[in-house]
């Protein structure tokens, strides 16, 4: 066996050991493990691209992109590779994530996932038309993707298309109902169809999980109150004030004098502030 082979084979077992230790929530312990072998292999797209995904979910942003960039500077040809480092360079708007996530739909046409990323950096940029067609085949060739389905639904709303959007909403919650993120959209999306009832059924089950988004705190008040749900309504303000990222504190005291004012100051509020304004802030309009 000569040694490159045998070099291969033990940076193959540092990943899998990284790979380890993040699936049992040591992310440092793999990072530290990841930069030592990087001493020893610098132009190795996967040891690169993997050690830029462990800093990004430690929250090392800038590390993380130094690494992705580093991994494409390599020219992987891997779809897997540039659709990581693609998409994560693309959330801070790097010029490279695009050719990469191009290359990768080019390269893996049938890979569900580099359609996906592919359509949701051209549907971000406003390129809504061409988005939507790599989401459609992304979503034929992958449809039990949860992910696929809100990613589609998102688009199909920037693109004005709202009945769709509430449909493609509606079958990602389906298959995964865990998804709190994919749940509040699709409450506010039957908020801002006038679907009272059927945004606070759909919302119930989140409040409690989002507990540290005080904006979103405030929506469950709103809704609960106006579905006369009062004790729920209530527990959601003290939430709100209590969250990890916190409601203003004027929004916050407005929302409690519309619950004790009656139903008309609560739909009022909800359905020309704050929905709106929390759909707009979370499709990233």
């Known amino acids: ?52 995904v462990v800093a990004d979910q430690i929250g090392a942003e800038g590390m993380a992109a130094d ?7 390599e020219e992987p040809t891997d779809p897997e590779l540039l659709v990581r480092a693609g998409s994560a360079l693309a959330r801070s708007g790097d010029p490279s994530a695009e050719p990469a996530l191009r290359l990768a739909v ?44 809100r990613e589609t639904a998102i688009g199909m709303l920037l693109a004005g298309r709202e ?31 006038d679907d009272m009832a059927g945004a606070a059924e759909v919302l119930y089950p989140a409040a409690a999980g ?29 939430r709100a004030e209590t969250a990890a990222a916190p409601a203003d504190p004027e929004a916050a005291r407005e929302v409690e004098e519309a619950l004790e004012e009656g139903e008309e100051e609560m739909r009022e509020m909800l359905m020309t502030e704050l929905a709106p304004s929390a759909l707009r802030s979370r499709i990233r309009v």
Request: charged fraction near 30%; aromatic fraction near 6%; glycine fraction near 8%.
């Open 1 to 52: 066996m000569d040694e490159s082979r045998e070099e291969r084979l033990a940076l193959d077992e540092v990943l899998v050991e990284a790979a380890r230790l993040v699936d049992d929530g040591e992310e440092e312990a793999a990072l530290r493990m990841l930069l030592d072998a990087e001493r020893d292999h610098p132009s190795d797209a996967t040891l690169l691209c993997m050690t830029g």
């Open 67 to 73: 690494f992705f960039r580093r991994c494409l500077a």
């Open 106 to 149: 080019l390269t893996a046409p049938d890979f569900a996932q580099a359609r996906l990323h592919y359509g949701v950096f051209l549907v971000r940029g406003g390129v809504l038309e061409q988005g939507l067609e790599e989401l459609a085949i992304a979503r034929t060739l992958d449809p039990g993707d949860a992910d696929i389905r």
């Open 163 to 193: 009945t769709e959007a509430r449909v493609e909403m509606e079958a990602a919650i389906d298959l995964d109902g865990t998804d709190l993120e994919s749940r509040f959209l699709f409450g506010l999306l039957l908020l801002l169809a």
């Open 210 to 238: 989002m507990e540290d988004d005080g904006d979103a705190q405030l929506i469950f008040a709103l809704t609960f109150g106006i579905e006369g749900w009062m004790d729920e309504a209530w527990q959601a303000i003290a």
